[in-house]
């Protein structure tokens, strides 16, 4: 307990609050457990899936970029790639060497254990800013939690290709602790651990550019928010700065706070010549950027941009900028009110005010590299480099948590209602960002199983029907910035996103056929692709050895092979009216689906569809799948005669069968009319409904 019985010593004992848990007695007991077991068990809790995604994205260039090239060239050499990041690709490349360059899992792995020490040194940033005060642990450990929950890091973490935003924040962050602790300890390899994180930061990132005057900010800030009980002018000088704010009583503050600090001008000013230094090196570096891409962005798109970092800063309540857009306000005047508000709720909220000044700072000048070099287009989009941002608003909101509770209640239970408000505004947040990754697995789980099938068939060209571009919620969270998931952009191609998980080439291609999208209620989405029409399909289908359709439904896409066209090959073991012979036909159920392998022969034009109706044995109807044959895209009107279709039809399943007795009804069908085609037997009688029965094994 400290001098003035109010402070929570780390370790210390507690009295009681009520009657809670022995455990939770424990936890709360001791701030220091608390504080680590946080951010992993939040990262965990909200990302643990995505280590079971796929590459995607940015990780196929990234990949590429790396290929072939040893480790020293990615430092002097960016050719090809328009970035140059040579401590993120140095990282990967120990992966490579370590776990294998086609295996996910293990850099999916990184970005969350990034995640997790990003929360751990956040709250010991904060923890270190507040060290005089009775709340640091207590804010320490709210900022921890609230790096970790940041919800606008949800496209980083899910992506490889993003671990550059974690790992800059990260290399930042500890730089900045390490030149506090220089400044607590006065020991020389602090300072030299500061300088080199500083230097080392734009080699990560370019935001690490503003490496060396974020530490500055932290420096200024620990001047200003530190108080020092003996000198009670300079208590008094800060207590009424928020009443009087005259120029020079903030000159009093600013020199006051500057004093003593000689010893940190020399690592300050070395960071700052190194940060400097990148500009040249960087520009040096042969890198694929066209001649004349940096221009002034005009102050319309750099006022739109600090709206949009603003927007991260404020995250707690920005989640009603969208109602606010449901009455009519456009989305940039929404987010800048609620902002705005925001701030001046801290501001009423917080004792120090300092801390308002911490975040409002460090989240400028963080995105400054950003908003200078990039047009408002380009940030929009690009939620991503709000994480370097993010420690500003996690430090601030944990302040803002932690002295609002101490305002309602002196005693213990303070650190029980800040950690009740964390979790409250992070409700919203941890939603926004489970249903990001659920986004995520709709999206990628699919590309396994092509992945798979380029694999099994490793000579014959495949077409992929609607590979995904893109997808996106109906339905956001946030005003400002993309949700969803970009899987292939159309510097891609499905042949590069195999080639990412196999080092291998395979003959694959990809097209786009709207003819066969379904209407959904949750997602919008784009396929990649030359789009094309029913003869340019039907062209394609017959140059292909094997054809693949991605279905797109709210619950997830599916990879669908679907057939090929073949010679004419087979008798008929089912005649409809000569025209359409089938000469070989089976089921095989699935978890959802039941799978038809249906061999088609052409013996004359014809123009009908097909159906295939799932049922019961008591024939209940529990699933079909009607039109076109080959998924849709190569209907039967198309079909020359001399040609054999060997198509894979997938029903799916509304309902399972209660006892595991599944039957098929099969046949054609005119579009016009709805009347069924006559279907005969190698025999030549006639067939019962004109429709072809497949029975099941029960199971």
């Given at each position: ?391 500003a608003a996690a430090m601030l909101w944990a302040a803002v948590m932690g002295e609002a509770s101490s305002r309602v209640t002196e005693k213990q239970g303070r650190g029980w209602l800040a950690a009740a408000a964390v979790v409250i505004v992070s409700i919203v947040p941890a939603r926004h960002i489970l249903r990001e990754v659920h986004w995520h697995h709709v999206a990628l789980d ?52 195999a080639w990412a998980h196999t080092l291998r080439l395979y003959p694959v291609e990809g097209v786009a056929f709207p003819l066969v999208f379904r209407q959904l209620n949750e997602l919008y989405f784009s396929a990649w692709g030359d789009v094309l029409d029913w003869e340019a399909m039907a062209q394609r289908v017959r140059q292909a050895d094997r054809v693949a359709v991605v279905r ?148």
């Open positions: 307990m400290g001098s003035r019985g109010q402070r929570l010593e780390v370790g210390g004992r507690k009295p009681k609050v009520g009657n809670p848990p022995a455990t939770l007695r424990l936890l709360t007991s001791n701030f220091r457990l608390l504080f680590w077991l946080t951010p992993p068990l939040v990262a965990l809790g909200l990302y643990h899936s995505t280590i079971s995604l796929p590459f995607f994205w940015d990780d196929v260039a990234n990949f590429q970029f790396m290929f072939g090239r040893s480790l020293a060239q990615i430092w002097v050499d960016s050719s090809g790639f328009p970035y140059y990041r040579p401590l993120t690709f140095g990282l990967w490349r120990a992966l490579q060497l370590a776990f294998g360059p086609t295996n996910p899992l293990p850099y999916h792995a990184l970005n969350v254990l990034a995640l997790v020490a990003n929360g751990w040194l956040v709250g010991l940033l904060a923890k270190r800013l507040a060290a005089d005060s009775k709340d640091a642990d207590l804010i320490g450990w709210l900022a921890g939690a609230l790096m970790t929950a940041f919800p606008f890091a949800a496209l980083v973490v899910t992506q490889v290709g993003s671990l550059f935003h974690l790992l800059v924040t990260l290399i930042t962050v500890a730089a900045c602790l390490c030149l506090l602790e220089y400044d607590r300890t006065r020991r020389p390899a602090w300072a030299v651990a500061s300088v080199a994180l500083a230097a080392l930061a734009p080699f990560t990132h370019e935001s690490g550019m503003a490496a060396a005057a974020l530490m500055g900010v932290c420096v200024f800030a620990n001047r200003l928010i530190i108080t020092n009980d003996s000198n009670e002018r300079l208590k008094d000088k800060l207590k009424h700065l928020s009443r009087k704010a005259g120029i020079r009583h903030l000159a009093f503050v600013i020199w006051h706070s500057s004093f003593g600090i000689r010893h940190l001008i020399r690592p300050l000013a070395l960071a700052l010549l190194l940060n400097l230094a990148f500009v040249p090196w960087w520009a040096h570096v042969p890198k694929a950027r066209p001649e004349g891409s940096f221009a002034w962005v005009g102050w319309e798109s750099l006022g739109q941009s600090a709206v949009f970092f603003l927007e991260g800063l404020t995250f707690p309540i920005q989640f009603l900028a969208r109602p606010l857009m449901a009455l009519g306000m456009a989305d940039l005047w929404a987010v800048l009110a609620l902002g705005l508000a925001a701030l001046a709720v801290a501001a009423l909220a917080l004792r120090n005010r300092r801390w308002l000044w911490l975040g409002v700072v460090y989240c400028f000048i963080a995105a400054l590299p950003a908003l200078a070099a990039l047009p408002f287009s380009y940030i929009i989009v690009s939620p991503r480099l709000m994480v370097f941002t993010a420690p699919h590309l396994r199983a092509f992945v798979a099938d380029a694999q099994a068939h490793p000579a014959e060209r495949l077409l992929v029907v609607n590979p995904v571009n893109w997808i996106a919620p109906t339905r956001a969270t946030y005003a400002l910035g993309h949700e969803g998931v970009e899987v292939m952009p159309g510097y891609l191609n499905p042949q590069l996103i797109y439904a709210d619950d997830g896409l599916s990879y669908q092979p679907v057939g090929r066209v073949v010679a004419a090959t087979g008798e008929a073991l089912i005649s409809f009216e000569n025209r359409i012979w089938l000469t070989s036909y089976r089921a095989e159920p699935t978890a959802r689906a039941i799978d038809l392998y249906l061999n088609w022969r052409v013996k004359a034009a014809s123009g009908e569809d097909i159906y295939a109706h799932a049922s019961d044995c008591s024939g209940k109807l529990l699933g079909q799948m009607d039109g076109a044959g080959m998924g849709g895209i190569y209907p039967i009107w198309l079909w020359p005669p001399g040609e054999s279709i060997e198509e894979v039809r997938h029903v799916e399943l509304t309902t399972p069968s209660p006892d595991g007795c599944y039957q098929i009804g099969l046949g054609l069908f005119d579009p016009k009319t709805g009347l069924r085609t006559a279907a005969f037997d190698a025999a030549g009688h006639r067939l019962d409904n004109d429709e072809v029965i497949i029975q099941l094994p029960v199971h």
